[in-house]
Structures are given as structure tokens and as C-alpha cells.
């Protein structure tokens, strides 16, 4: 990238953030996120990642390695939703994994006042960004996020 457009630093330390925003050496991003297909806008993608940018090339294919083989078939994506500010990739993984399973998320069951035991209610086999971003919102509104 030219040095006269806002470049992004690709060292592990401070992945997304131009060198005017550079964090301390000790800060690592780590970060869920939501792709929407431009090709096919009813579909959205949810993932984790320690650097957006190199991870939506990723994903749009303009990188030889990584990616992902669910994401192949409707490129191209863009990014419409990071969620950030883990301490640590552990956390991050666990919200990932929240954000894409709402319906058995126990801290949601619970807020929505179902019992655990109770099974989950069946959910779309392709949910829309607009219910992935629903979601989010009820994630964000409880414990621990």
C-alpha cells in the first residue's frame, strides 16, 4: 500500500490500526466480525480473526492461503459489523461461537426467561445479516459482553 493512503500495519501487534493509531507493544487485537455477500446480500458469515483486513482478502480470495470454504461460493464479501475489545483470544472465540449459535447460548435462553433445559428452538439454516445483527444486539445486552 502507498504511504499516502491510510495503510494498515500487518505486524501481529497492531493489525488494523494506522501507524497514527498505533497501541501499546502489549495491546492484540482480537475481534469477531460479520461478512454480508454483495453477490447474494441475503447471506452473512460470522467469524474471528486478529486482523480484519488480511482476513477479508481472505475471504474475497485475493490472498493465495486461508480463507474459508464456506465463504468461496458468494464472494464477494464485505464487512459490515467488528465486534472488538477482547482481553484475549479465548474470549473472543467464545463470543464467535455465541454470535453464531444465539439459540443455545445459555446466557440468552436465560434472559429470555426460557429454562436450560429446555431445547433450543430450531433456527434458520441461513440466517439474514438483519437477524444476525438482532442477535448481536441481545449478546451485547447481557452478561458477560
Not at 38 to 62: A, M
Not at 99 to 121: C, D, M, V, Y
Not at 128 to 143: K, Y
Amino acid at each position: 500500500m502507498s504511504s499516502d493512503s491510510n495503510s494498515y500495519k500487518t505486524d501481529k501487534t497492531t493489525s488494523v490500526f494506522s501507524a497514527s493509531q498505533s497501541p501499546s507493544r502489549n495491546f492484540r487485537f482480537h475481534g469477531c466480525y460479520m461478512l454480508m455477500s454483495l453477490k447474494k446480500p441475503e447471506r452473512s458469515y460470522i467469524g474471528f480473526t486478529v486482523n480484519p483486513v488480511r482476513r477479508l482478502r481472505q475471504h474475497n480470495g485475493d490472498l493465495p492461503r486461508g480463507g474459508a470454504y464456506r465463504t468461496s461460493r458468494n464472494r464477494p464479501w464485505t464487512m459490515v459489523v467488528i465486534v472488538h475489545g477482547f482481553v484475549a483470544n479465548s474470549q473472543a472465540l467464545q463470543f464467535e461461537w455465541a454470535w453464531q449459535n444465539p439459540e443455545k447460548t445459555k446466557a440468552l435462553r436465560i434472559h429470555a426467561g426460557r429454562h436450560s433445559a429446555l431445547p433450543p428452538p430450531k433456527r434458520a439454516r441461513y440466517p439474514t445479516p438483519a437477524q444476525r445483527i438482532s442477535a448481536l444486539a441481545a449478546l451485547l445486552s447481557v452478561p458477560p459482553w
